[in-house]
T-cell receptor, first 109, second 114 residues
Framework: KNEVEQSPQNLTAQEGEFITINCSYS?????LHWLQQHPGGGIVSLFM???GKKKHGRLIATINIQEKHSSLHITASHPRDSAVYIC???????????FGKGTLLTVNP | KAGVTQTPRYLIKTRGQQVTLSCSPI?????VSWYQQTPGQGLQFLFE???????NKGNFPGRFSGRQFSNSRSEMNVSTLELGDSALYLC?????????????FGEGSRLTVL
């Protein structure tokens, strides 16, 4: 059974701080997804990666296939980054997505 | 370019009834996947359709079903509703199969079962 573990569950930061959210998965993947969900809002895909590192603005996602671990970094955090961040394992050959429980990030001004 | 559209956005049903939710994907996307989100369980995969064929199904009872039409629009149906079916139901579309393609989510259909 594929399991996806995220840490921390909750994270409070001051504006400008560097943020790291971690994700571990238990089986091989086809792709690892990072998603963002604002309170009461829909879900937006931030990254999809199967190796290495991707960067978009202040957000950086990395993945280590051997260690089955991915991280999402936010540089120079801002209150508008406050949201739930969810990682999802693309499921390997069966393509069934398995989601982590999410990390609630609050960035205070 | 229009995004993913889900209807209805909100609905209230009573136990034992059935419900049908609709999802219109982004034009050109052949994959539509469905998810249930609850405070206790988080996001869970329901099923995925690709070019009108169900590719995968999550661990949900047979009361949950779906289909995809030739224009890629998809519907999901829940029969004999139970209180525990109250949730936000999300669909996502992608060019590639859901596990490997970038996902574009709809706003969701919030179902309340009384």
């Amino acid at each position: 059974k594929n399991e996806v573990e995220q840490s921390p569950q909750n994270l409070t930061a001051q504006e400008g701080e560097f943020i790291t959210i971690n994700c571990s998965y238990s089986v091989g993947i086809s792709a690892l997804h990072w998603l963002q969900q604002h309170p009461g809002g829909g879900i937006v895909s931030l990254f999809m990666l199967s190796s290495g590192k991707k960067k978009h603005g202040r957000l950086i996602a990395t993945i280590n296939i051997q260690e089955k671990h991915s991280s999402l970094h936010i540089t120079a955090s801002h209150p508008r980054d406050s949201a739930v961040y969810i990682c999802a394992d693309g499921g390997g050959s069966n393509y069934k997505l398995t989601f982590g429980k999410g990390t609630l990030l609050t960035v205070n001004p | 370019k229009a995004g993913v559209t889900q209807t209805p956005r909100y609905l209230i049903k009573t136990r034992g009834q059935q419900v049908t939710l609709s999802c219109s994907p982004i034009s050109g996307h052949r994959s539509v996947s469905w998810y249930q989100q609850t405070p206790g369980q988080g996001l869970q995969f329901l099923f995925e359709y690709f070019s009108e064929t169900q590719r995968n199904k999550g661990n949900f009872p047979g009361r949950f079903s779906g289909r995809q039409f030739s224009n890629s629009r998809s519907e999901m149906n829940v029969s004999t509703l139970e209180l525990g079916d109250s949730a936000l139901y999300l669909c996502a579309s992608s060019l590639e199969p859901a596990g490997t393609g970038e996902l574009f989510f709809g706003e969701g259909s919030r179902l309340t079962v009384l």
